[in-house]
């Protein structure tokens, strides 16, 4: 596609529910990151891939959340057992394949995700 | 732990008017620094990028400059528009995959 895409934009769920957003990269691009943005914060780094090395997972807040890519290409972020402090938007973005400090990002518009 | 601070949190100015942005960060061994634009509802879009060898990078009417022995970052944007009205947000890291993020600064051109 054109940009980097994510599904759902909109998610409710209740507490102790299990979500999974998805992020579909720019083709091509190799490097793929999970960013979380809480309201009144910065941008908080989750995971990242770089084609077939391991992900660096450094960025995961709890056990509860995992990161899976298939095939180098489509993400799912998955969250256990949300809780309400897990409410915020969850940005996907992708780049050439650099890193993230060598080369711009491109993010899609991102998932809200709602706790209750 | 890189920090990074944005100054101010909004700002409100009228078209035509030039404004500077500051982004501050902790620390100096930064290996880049970039510029991003949000819109409501939107996600992120990389303005600019400076490399820590450079001191400066233009695109249009935006040009942002990076001093790493200060710890600092500015976006100047030249005659703004209404349509320049977003979340200026600016990043940096330390090499490696990981950009550090300010909470950004709300920016408002009034007709």
């Known amino acids: 596609g054109a940009g980097v895409s994510q599904s759902p934009s909109n998610k409710v769920t209740e507490k102790g529910k299990d979500v999974e957003l998805r992020c579909d990269p720019i083709?091509?691009?190799?490097?793929l990151y999970w960013y979380r943005q809480s309201l009144g914060q910065g941008l908080e780094f989750l995971i990242y891939?770089?084609?077939?090395?391991?992900?660096?997972k450094s960025g995961l807040p709890s056990d509860r959340f995992s990161a899976e890519r298939t095939g180098g290409s489509v993400s799912t972020l998955t969250i256990q057992r949300t809780q309400q402090e897990d409410s915020a938007v969850y940005l996907c973005?992708?780049?050439?394949?650099?890193?993230?400090?060598?080369?711009?990002?491109?993010f899609g518009s991102g998932t809200q995700l709602s706790v209750l | 732990k890189q920090e990074v601070t944005q100054i101010p949190a909004a700002l409100s100015v009228p078209e035509g008017e030039n404004l500077v942005l500051n982004c501050s960060f902790t620390?100096?061994?930064?290996?880049?620094l970039q510029w991003f634009r949000q819109d409501p509802g939107k996600g992120l879009t990389s303005l600019l990028l400076?490399?820590?060898?450079?001191r400066e990078q233009t695109s249009g009417r935006l040009n942002a400059s990076l001093d790493k022995s200060s710890g600092r970052s500015t976006l100047y944007i030249a005659a703004s528009q209404p349509g320049d009205s977003a979340t200026y947000l600016c990043?940096?890291?330390?090499?490696?995959?990981?950009?550090?993020f300010g909470t950004g600064t709300q920016l408002k051109v009034e007709l």
């Open positions: 400076i490399q820590s060898s450079q």
């Open positions: 973005a992708s780049s050439a394949g650099q890193g993230a400090t060598n080369e711009k990002l491109f």
């Open positions: 620390d100096s061994a930064i290996y880049n």
């Open positions: 083709s091509g691009h190799t490097a």
């Open positions: 990043a940096g890291g330390g090499g490696g995959n990981k950009l550090t």
């Open positions: 891939f770089q084609g077939n090395s391991a992900p660096d």
